[in-house]
Every structure is written in C-alpha cells, then in structure tokens.
T-cell receptor
Framework: DGGITQSPKYLFRKEGQNVTLSCEQN?????MYWYRQDPGQGLRLIYY???????QKGDIAEGYSVSREKKESFPLTVTSAQKNPTAFYLC??????????????FGPGTRLTVL | GENVEQHPSTLSVQEGDSAVIKCTYS??????FPWYKQELGKRPQLIID?????GEKKDQRIAVTLNKTAKHFSLHITETQPEDSAVYFC??????????????FGKGTHLIIQP
C-alpha cells in the first residue's frame, strides 16, 4: 500500500466550492476505488473504476464526480451539490482485470473539512 | 445490494485473552471477505481475508471462519496484545455483471486491550 498516494492530507473548503482530491498509484493496478468514512462508521463506496476510461457509481455517488484518464490516477471531485462533505476520504486500488475480487490496498486518506 | 452487519461495536478484553468479532452478510453471491485493521487517523490495513471455497484460514494469532450457508464470518484473535487495540472492519464483495463492484463494509468494532 506504500504505492498509493493521496493529496492533500488535509483540505479545507468553503461552502459552495468544488474541490478535487488526488489519488495516484504506481502498482500497475487496473481497478481503483473511492470510499468515504464518517466518524464511528464503516467505509462507503463512492465510485470505482475497473479499467481506464471507465467508472461506475457506488452506493453514495451523489454530489461527487471522477475521471480515469490514466491508469495510475483516479481523482475525485467533491462538488457543491454534496450536502455534507466533511469526512475522511480513502482511495484504494486492486489488481483487477478479472471476474473475481482482489485485495484492495488503501492510500493514507484525505481529511476534508467544510468551513 | 450487499448489506454487512458487524458486532459488537466495542469489545474490551484482558491482555492475553481471545477476542471474537462477528459479521453477517446478505448477498449469497459474495465470495470474498477481508478484514481490515485501522488505527486512529490511519489507513485501513488488510490483516486477513477468506474466499468462499475455504471454511477457515489462520495466520499466527489471527483466524477467520466462514459459514456460507448461514452467511456469517468471524475474526478470532488469540493471546491479545496491547498493539491489537484498534478498530476492525469486516467487508464483503458484491457483483453485478462481469466484475467486482467494490467492497461493502461493516461499521467497525473498537477493540480495547486492557493491561
């Protein structure tokens, strides 16, 4: 999991602003994921991508957008439409490319706070 | 979609005793069940996982059991140590079409090891 990086570590946003969280991996993984974690809660899936130029909505995609133009990068934009964006955001990647589920490795996370 | 329930939410045990955390899932198509350990402010780290063709898996002091008929799986930690104190999450995969859709997580168990 040392091959997955997220930036910034802390991010502060004013209400009404869009912000983009970075996720990069050098593991040559096909699949990448974004999760959101709220205090005392498990992780919830926002978006995932099994291959370059393709991505799918997860359980809580409303108010978020993603792109997957490069294999190693999967940025997440938190838009002003997201009503409660303050949370810890975690990116993950896995080998992918098959019909089964591979081990997911997580980045260090970005803590987003809306002021 | 998949639903994962995890119990208990908090577990306090004496150092040296065993700890057991239990999870149930709803989707009979799930076949991959990882367990993650998360320390405060850090990323989740995979500690053990099991696939549906196996009933039990062990790695030193950690073991996981799976009952596919009953749709539940458990984490067992023996000879607990202070460094085992953390939040533990169970998860199950979910499928639609030809590929995995990411993981559905339980809400976590805060394990406290009393000296």
């Amino acid at each position: 999991d040392g091959g997955i990086t997220q930036s910034p570590k802390y991010l502060f946003r004013k209400e009404g602003q869009n912000v983009t969280l970075s996720c990069e991996q050098n593991l040559n993984h096909d699949a990448m994921y974004w999760y959101r974690q709220d205090p005392g809660q498990g992780l919830r899936l926002i978006y995932y991508s099994q291959i370059v130029n393709d991505f799918q909505k997860g359980d809580i995609a409303e108010g978020y957008s993603v792109s997957r133009e490069k294999k190693e990068s999967f940025p997440l934009t938190v838009t002003s439409a997201q009503k409660n964006p303050t949370a810890f955001y975690l990116c993950a990647s896995s080998i992918g490319g098959g019909a089964g589920t591979d081990t997911q490795y997580f980045g260090p996370g970005t803590r987003l706070t809306v002021l | 979609g998949e639903n994962v329930e995890q119990h208990p939410s908090t577990l306090s045990v004496q150092e040296g005793d065993s700890a057991v955390i239990k999870c149930t899932y709803s989707d009979s198509a799930s076949n991959y069940f990882p367990w993650y350990k998360q320390e405060l402010g850090k990323r989740p780290q995979l500690i053990i996982d099991i696939r549906s063709n196996v009933g039990e898996k062990k790695d030193q002091r950690i073991a996981v059991t799976l009952n596919k008929t009953a749709k539940h799986f458990s984490l067992h930690i023996t000879e607990t140590q202070p460094e085992d104190s953390a939040v533990y999450f169970c998860a199950a995969d979910s499928f639609s079409g030809g590929g995995a859709d990411g993981l559905t997580f339980g809400k976590g168990t805060h394990l406290i090891i009393q000296p």
